[in-house]
């Protein structure tokens, strides 16, 4: 027994042995050196009570100190060593390169890679859950924790009702966004500028049809006092022309989602490149997939589903072929 600086240790090396533990080894290492230089039951359960256990836990780290030394005395991971049941490690590379291709969350990548396991006749299965920590796991995706707000959700009654527009930049290209509110359906196209008349022909293009009633912010090409769309609702809008409130841009939170969602998309398939070729060509795949193949948990279904009643059920393959996967993902034979 050594006594130094008003500390008991049971060997002259364990001094050394101690500087460079944590803090929590050193309180661990002195609570045992008391406990077994007594068999006083009381100083055991002084020392027990000290370091926050119980006592069956204490002869626990007793056993691994006169078994392990001061290194039995460090927290040990609680980690199994067999996971029977652990995604395998081709699977897991499938969902990050399907990642890496098209940005999309956890639900949507396993709902593309159990297509692609199904056409395979492989049994099996991943759940949106573990793709998302596989994705944690390989840095790819932090961990958020969400706190959920009881948000009030509103929507038009039938398709065509309001259709809500905005526009948004992919590497400074312009691009013009629609959806419809009530069945989430969407339209994309890119343009050569922001100015009101490029905006109306591009909005011209998007919607051929007469629908009731268009929600956009207040900017510049929206504006009440821009002759070009008020022109542009007297000949396409039934009823009005909605402006949302001034710094509430929840108002077009669908559209917003919209958006995001498609500039993920184009900055996993493209990068920084401007080339308007290509986006265009991605712009067109992202809608195609977004309105047949993305399930929207808000409405229990596919917005070209909700919107006319009937949709490409070969998303998949169109998918698959268009971002050229086919050497990762199995199509349908």
């Known amino acids: ?51 926050g256990i119980g006592m069956r836990q204490f002869r626990r780290l007793i056993k691994r100190f006169q078994d392990e030394g001061i290194h039995g005395l460090r ?83 039938r398709p065509n009702r309001l259709v809500q527009t905005d526009l948004t930049k992919f590497n400074g290209i312009p691009i013009l966004t629609m959806e419809d509110d009530y069945s989430r359906r969407g339209w994309a196209i890119r343009l050569l500028n922001q100015r009101d008349t490029t905006v ?40 009005k022309h909605i402006w949302t409130s001034i710094h509430h841009p929840q108002t077009m939170g669908k559209l917003s989602a919209f958006q995001k969602g498609l500039k993920r998309f184009l900055y996993h398939t493209l990068g920084l490149s401007r080339d308007t070729h290509d986006i265009d060509y991605y712009i067109d795949v992202y809608v195609h997939w977004y309105n047949n193949g993305k399930y929207h948990s808000a409405i229990n279904t596919f917005p070209e589903e909700r919107y006319s009643g009937q949709r490409d ?18 199509m349908k034979s």
């Open 313 to 330: 059920v070969e998303w998949y393959d169109h998918l698959v072929k268009s971002l050229k996967l086919e050497e990762i993902l199995v």
């Open 1 to 51: 027994m050594y006594i130094f600086h008003g500390e008991l240790y049971l060997k002259k090396q364990h001094i050394i042995l101690l500087k460079n533990e944590p803090q929590y080894v050193k309180q661990r290492y002195h609570a045992i050196a008391r406990a077994v230089s007594s068999k006083n039951n009381i100083i055991r359960e002084n020392a027990a009570q000290n370091l």
């Open 200 to 239: 109306v022909k591009g909005m011209k293009k998007l919607m051929k049809i007469r629908y009731d009633n268009l929600l956009t912010d207040n900017g510049s090409q929206f504006s009440r006092k821009n002759k070009v769309i008020r022109e542009y609702c007297e000949a396409h809008i039934n009823e």
């Open 75 to 157: 927290y040990k991971s609680k980690r199994p060593h067999k996971s029977p049941n652990k995604t395998s490690q081709w699977l897991e590379d499938l969902i990050v390169k399907v990642r890496e291709k098209t940005g999309f969350g956890s639900f949507h990548i396993s709902q593309i890679v159990n297509i692609s396991l199904e056409n395979q006749g492989k049994m099996e299965r991943i759940v949106p859950r573990t793709v998302s920590r596989i994705l944690i796991r390989r840095g790819i995706i932090e961990s958020e924790k969400r706190v959920k707000n009881e948000w009030k959700r509103f929507e038009w009654g």
